[in-house]
């Protein structure tokens, strides 16, 4: 499972709804079935089966496994990620020449960090996934912050803010 996936409009969009959401909230912490996750929510099956497939075509859950129970497959699911970051929060564009030149520096080295969370896997067995990606995230930011390149770039923006 990756840590921390961005996704665009369309996935965005699926995100926002209650019932989605609830559901990848479910299938970060523990892999499950469509039935399994109708039981637990107390929603109709075909109504999780339905959203469960349009999550899945858009990457922001998978199956994990399928298992033979008598003349019946039953299907796991897990997230794509512990964590999803909406890819407009990276589009943002000020008036300002010096503040547009600041905010291309500070998003390179967000995009550095954020390319590398994208990166690292977490594994599905991870005993508090959320925890885990937290611990994760805070460490990157740190080693970020304290590289050598990154304080050159953080000075540059200061020169550019005054």
């Known amino acids: 499972m990756k840590a921390i996936m961005v996704v665009d409009r369309d996935s965005l969009k699926l995100l926002s709804d209650p019932l989605n959401m609830e559901i990848v909230r479910e299938l970060v912490f523990s892999e499950r079935t469509v039935g399994g996750l109708a039981e637990s929510m107390n929603v109709p099956s075909v109504k999780i089966w339905r959203r469960v497939l349009r999550m899945q075509r858009a990457g922001l859950i998978r199956q994990t496994r399928t298992e033979k129970v008598r003349n019946l497959e039953r ?80 000075r540059r923006i200061r020169e550019l803010l005054h």
């Open 75 to 154: 299907k796991y699911y897990r997230a794509a990620a512990a964590m999803f970051v909406p890819q407009q929060m990276m589009d943002v564009e000020p008036r300002s020449g010096n503040l547009r030149r600041a905010l291309a520096i500070y998003s390179e080295i967000q995009a550095r960090m954020l390319r590398d969370l994208v990166r690292t896997e977490v594994p599905d067995d991870a005993e508090d996934l959320i925890d885990r990606v937290i611990s994760i995230q805070l460490r990157k930011f740190v080693d970020t912050f304290l590289s050598e390149d990154t304080a050159d770039e953080l």
